[in-house]
């Protein structure tokens, strides 16, 4: 992969600073960047984009802080995030001039390029990344790595002790090219937004027992196109894996498992009797001491995920 740094100069022209090279080779390959200050922070809103006391609107719609969805419209580098672009004309322009001039590094916006950088803080997450995720494009960082998946999902901090997810509404910076091919984003990533650190509670004790339930039937999937044979072993195999994780992991797993068999059913004109299925996956991740509420968002949150994807 060749740098821009590797290409002649035209000598007539005043060099570019560094950083914004850096920038316009990733903007060419597809990664919406903008610069980052001293501390690896966003440049501050400019002034029209201040939503002020008294001083009128933002030019981005009053919503400095980009809580909105939307890109940013200002000239100017404001908004974090937001405000990270591919167009050459913008990051060359001399609204961005100054704060190219005053960058210490290069940040890049990877929900924008359809992206999920996996951020591991020391090298304790990075070995338990090692043991737990799947390979994937790996690069060093101050302290760690960032993996990085392709696909896009939510962003969220500390999801567990020293990992951050950077993907939508985030920014991350960019360290350099990093090893390795980049791989699909898997739904145990996904999971981690979930922000379970273990199963059981400080005493060990299960936090809830859910009522007897009604099982999975053909009289409760009168549109499902697969056979019971299927959809049993399906479940049987998933609610295995589930309790399977009696110390760390269950909600995550059940997680993971609620989206497998919804997406099993997407071609279903339905019903197919999914809540039953997921009723039985919240029961198995409670007998193994996930908090009933908790099991219950998860497995919500797997169903949805297919849904959201679907439309």
Not at 120 to 143: E, F, G, I, S, Y
Not at 281 to 293: H, L, N, Q, T, W
Request: proline share 9%.
């Amino acid at each position: 992969m060749t740098h821009p740094t590797d290409f002649p100069r035209d000598l007539n022209r005043p060099a570019l600073p560094a950083n914004l090279q850096n920038a316009l080779w990733l903007a060419g390959l597809g990664l919406p960047v903008l610069p980052l200050r001293e501390g690896k922070l966003p440049f501050g809103n400019c002034s029209a984009c201040i939503s002020s006391k008294g001083a009128g609107p933002c030019m981005c719609g009053d919503r400095p802080n980009m809580k909105f969805a939307g890109p940013c419209h200002c000239p100017a580098p404001c908004h974090g995030w937001a405000a990270a672009t591919t167009d050459p004309d913008i990051l060359t322009g001399p609204a961005w001039a100054t704060a190219w001039r005053q960058a210490v590094a290069v940040a890049y916006h990877p929900g924008g390029a359809h992206l999920t950088v996996v951020d591991l803080d020391n090298p304790d997450v990075v070995a338990w990344a090692r043991r737990t995720l799947p390979a994937t494009k790996a690069v060093a960082t101050t302290r760690g790595e960032h993996w990085i998946y392709r696909g896009a999902m939510q962003s969220a901090n500390k999801v567990r002790p020293g990992v951050d997810i950077k993907s939508l509404k985030s920014y991350a910076r960019w360290y350099g090219p990093g090893t390795g091919p980049i791989t699909a984003l898997p739904d145990v990533v996904r999971a981690l937004v979930l922000r379970e650190d273990s199963t059981r509670s400080p005493r060990g004790e299960v936090d809830s027992s859910s009522p007897a339930r009604a099982t999975w039937d053909r009289s409760v999937a009168t549109g499902c196109r697969h056979n019971d044979t299927f959809v049993r072993t399906g479940l049987t195999r998933g609610l295995a894996r589930i309790a399977a994780c009696p110390e760390q992991g269950a909600g995550s797993t059940a997680y993971g498992v609620a989206r497998f068999l919804a997406n099993q059913h997407t071609t279903c004109p339905g019903p197919c009797g999914l809540e039953i299925l997921g009723d039985q996956i919240i029961d198995v991740a409670v007998s193994v001491g996930v908090p009933e509420a908790y099991a219950a968002r998860a497995v919500a949150n797997g169903f949805n995920a297919v849904a959201v994807r679907a439309s």
